[in-house]
């Protein structure tokens, strides 16, 4: 897709659009990377701000049958789009939540000593054919799972997982974005002994520890099912090594407006862009309320003005001062004067910047810059099934 033939419609700002195909595909790339197991989908946070719907409907067109979010409206929301598919709760259930996985036909992920015993209670009232539960070991991230002792807890009474059979037994990997991490041994030889621990108390299970980034630690860090999200939507898996995935969002803005400064003078909030001899500003119509990241511009953070660029028709434009909720100046003295008129489209990611590269600008990681796509971006589709 060249950015000259992409126009913002008149009433919105800037567009996204989300290639269907390329996540496929990226689909199909972690499938031949663990042939030996499942790929389950993270779809949580509205498919990492790209679009639930679509996103699920084009994973599920290619094989996905099993898909994570994070809350039960999460889930709820994706068993409404007539998804048939095993739909996991990662933050597990809480008393007051049980009717909607219920409803939802939602597979609970058990975190905790809590969460078994009342996902043991809920069985009582439960459909015949609702989902077993997952039942998620912490290995060394401290967040979400059963710990040591809780461990110790769950062996010596089996008696709480009476009436809840446990499908899958998941941990979560900590450092697996840094390949040489020690962790990453320490949590899947600890992964290992845990389940086996659990085997006689639980009976068979089936066992998942990778996410994206796991998936690319190699065979030993695949078992049954690995849980990619992020690789999915084009995120690099680890930053040293090149990025095998497919970029699946682009974002374009127009020139709203230009004007030559000529004399000394600042650009933007707090004067943070100071303009020495000529220079030529233009004025996007995106900003950080539509998801691009304040910190990408001048920030007290980055004195020195900001690295990064948006490109028009492929000629970089470094950014200016800076962002706005709804604007972003961008300094365009070097680009051909024919590109730079109102209405023109410009690109804030594409060819020439990742999600990854304006993350790293802005002093974060990709998953926020995506997740944190808002609302007022206008997401348009290209390639899938529809
Ligand atoms: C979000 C999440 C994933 C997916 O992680 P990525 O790094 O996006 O691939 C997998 N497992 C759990 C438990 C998660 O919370």
Redesign the pocket.
Known sequence: MAARDIVIPADAGAVAIVDLDAIAENFRLIQATCPGADVGA?V?ANAYGLGVGPVTATLAGAGCTTF?VATPAEGLQLRASDLTAEIVV?NGPEPGNIPAFHEGRLTATLNSLPQIETWRTARDTAPEDTADAWLHVDTGMNRLGIGRRELETLIADPTRFDGIRISTI?S?LACADTPDHPMNTAQRDLFVDVCERLAPVIGPARTSLA???GVFLGPEYHFDMV?????LYGIRPSAPQPNPMKQVVEIYTKILQLRDVDTPMTVGYGAAHQVTGTRRIATLAAGYADGYPRAAGNTAATKEGSSMCAFIDGQAAPLAGRISMDLITIDVTDVPAELCHPGQTVELLGPNVTADDLADAAGTIA?EVLSGLGPRLHLEYQGGTS
């Open positions: 993270a949580k994570f990662l998941l979560h996410n994206s980034s849980r990619p999200g992020a690789s998953y």
